[in-house]
């Protein structure tokens, strides 16, 4: 049975008495510090140890804290060491600084040691679970991109593989034929194309980078009800089934980058649209009470890998499932789970009453809104969309304004 390693902290701080009673003091408590009294000595030993946690002084000489900050924050396989700082200042000059260059916390000289322990230990098992999750969504990415990519790969192959053997042959392709091929072809482009920035919006939302936090923090989506509809009315065209679209959304201030909330929800219905049974209706239903927005999609075929808490099984004991569905699905709830995360909001995956499949995501509005007219986007079933002729219904919805000055 393998012994647990110690997690490892590098400790920066050029006060002696300090740097041997810190080290005595983690070194107690099961950690192994490697500890140095230089600025340009600390990179230097977080280039060659790859610690758990930088614990450093500011004001160092022969590089100060900040120095060592920015390089760990430019590290190519390291920046999401956390970052603590040990300092005798605590104006909000310090902290602005430290903040707009990624540290973590900040604990001031003399510090309580349990204050100390606490910051580490939860930093340390925070990127721990960062970590996993990152690694859980490398192997399903792995497992599902090969079957994302092939499936529209075959098809450009396929059609391609036909006019050559024809025109080889010297056989006459009629028109017709030329024009089916090179549709299909098209369709199976548009589809990678689709793949593609589906990875690419992936690769974002899984970078863990203060770039990216900062995002989440300031996202306030506006006016999208609009462009959800338009999207997934394209996306049950694409698939033959317009009449099957049933859009119900209230309006509401989103706190999701724009171009991940598009994606977001698109995934989710391409999803239902790929795994439901044809004729069976695909609801899309999105609601806000002031705090949070619900946003629910049903009707993706059952599941066998749903488990009875309302969750996918691969994302638990098993990374890659061999149903064919859950190999499609899995970029896309890779996706979505990655950016209702990011977010600060919950993705499930539940049974339906009909048997069937619903995914829900919940996400946080902005937290200043007021009631400012009535709106929402209604396609489908007995209220058709404004765009066919009949109007929306009214329903009221919230709205988020900026803070008052």
Known sequence: MSETKPARILLAEDDRNLRIMTTDLLEMFGYAVEAVDRGQLAIEAFDRESPDLVLADISMPDGDGYVLLRHIRSHPTASDVPVIFLTGKSGLTEIRAGLRDGVDDFITKPFDPDELLRSIAQRIERRARQRQRLENLKILLSASLPYELR?????????AELLRDSASAGAAIPAADVAEAAQAQLISCESLLRVIDAVAIWIEVSSSTAELAGQYARARTTDWVATIAQDSREIARRHGREASLELRLDEGVVA??????????????????????????????????????????????????????????????????????????????????QIAALSGGEFSLGRAEDGGTAASVVVPLSRREETIGARSYSVGGSIPCDRGGAPAVQLPIRRTVPPET
């Open 151 to 159: 499936t529209p790969l075959c098809g450009i192959l396929g059609y």
């Open 256 to 337: 999701v980058p724009a171009g991940h909330w598009r994606m977001l929800v698109a995934q989710l219905v391409d999803n239902a649209f790929k795994y439901s049974p044809k004729g069976s209706p695909v609801r899309v239903t999105g609601t806000g009470d002031g705090q949070r927005y619900r946003l629910v999609v049903h009707g993706i075929a059952p599941c066998p890998e749903i488990t009875e808490t309302g969750s996918l099984s691969p994302f638990q004991e098993k990374p890659v499932s061999s149903s064919t569905a859950v190999r499609g699905l899995g970029l896309g709830v890779a996706i979505v789970r």
